[in-house]
């Protein structure tokens, strides 16, 4: 994109930045930061500025669709969050879009992302791939066939405490959603668990 298109954009949307807040309507409003790759961009800067005044408690990041899709290189999107991130606010919270891989998440946590949404993990169940402390597990690998202990025996999900990974992949290979479901419930909890953990080494200062 040109710089005069991706000027364009940007001027389009200052123009409905910031919304109107009526009294006693209290909206979430989100300031959002579009991907960059011809950095630095002029444009970006009075973007940054409008986000600065605002009032919004989020400021989103979308910054190249879903690296998850290795359309982009994650370093180009880890370039451009460590350009961003010393022009925005420290006192709002940093969202970033489409990202939920772990290695992508531990490098954006320490460029100063808060907060992320992706359907990486429970895509990556339906497809038989379950997370781990030791590392991603394939269900339908032929070995697990008579793998009769849990995905991971650190876990505390129901699913790690009621089912064997022999018992998944049984599920995966007659193709019974209840595989999906669980797979997925397990992969669910364990980033909620990995990211409870970042939160902790935050507070102690080991990340």
């Given at each position: 994109?040109?710089d ?7 001027v389009?949307g200052?123009?409905m930045?910031?919304?109107?807040i009526h009294?006693?309507y209290?909206p ?8 960059v790759n011809?950095?630095?961009v ?5 973007l940054?500025?409008?986000i ?7 400021i989103?990041f979308?910054l190249?669709?879903?690296y998850?899709?290795l359309?982009?290189?994650?370093q ?13 606010p420290?006192?709002?919270p ?5 990202i939920?891989d ?11 992302i ?5 359907s990486?993990?429970?895509r ?6 379950v997370f781990s ?6 269900i339908l ?6 793998n009769?202990k849990?995905?991971?025996?650190t876990c505390?999900?129901m699913?790690?405490q009621?089912?064997?990974?022999a ?10 959603m209840t595989?999906y479901t669980?797979?997925?419930m397990h992969?669910?909890?364990f ?6 953990e ?7 200062g080991?990340?």
């Amino acid at each position: 994109m040109a710089d005069s298109d991706r000027k364009e954009l940007v001027v389009m949307g200052a123009r409905m930045f910031p919304h109107p807040i009526h009294e006693g309507y209290d909206p979430q409003v989100f300031a959002v930061v579009e991907k960059v790759n011809d950095q630095p961009v002029k444009s970006l800067l009075h973007l940054v500025e409008l986000i600065r005044s605002s009032e919004g408690e989020f400021i989103i990041f979308n910054l190249a669709g879903n690296y998850e899709t290795l359309i982009f290189p994650r370093q180009e999107m880890f370039d451009m969050l460590a350009y961003v991130m010393p022009l925005l606010p420290e006192d709002k919270p940093n969202h970033l879009l489409g990202i939920g891989d772990t290695y992508s998440m531990e490098q954006c946590i320490k460029l100063g992302i808060d907060t992320f949404d992706s359907s990486h993990p429970t895509r990556c169940a339906r497809h038989g791939l379950v997370f781990s402390a030791q590392g991603d597990k394939k269900i339908l690998n032929s070995s697990n066939k008579h793998n009769f202990k849990p995905i991971d025996q650190t876990c505390t999900c129901m699913v790690c405490q009621h089912y064997t990974v022999a018992y998944l992949h049984h599920l995966f290979k007659a193709n019974e959603m209840t595989g999906y479901t669980l797979a997925s419930m397990h992969n669910v909890h364990f980033m909620v668990q990995l990211m409870a953990e970042y939160r902790r080494k935050i507070l102690e200062g080991e990340l």
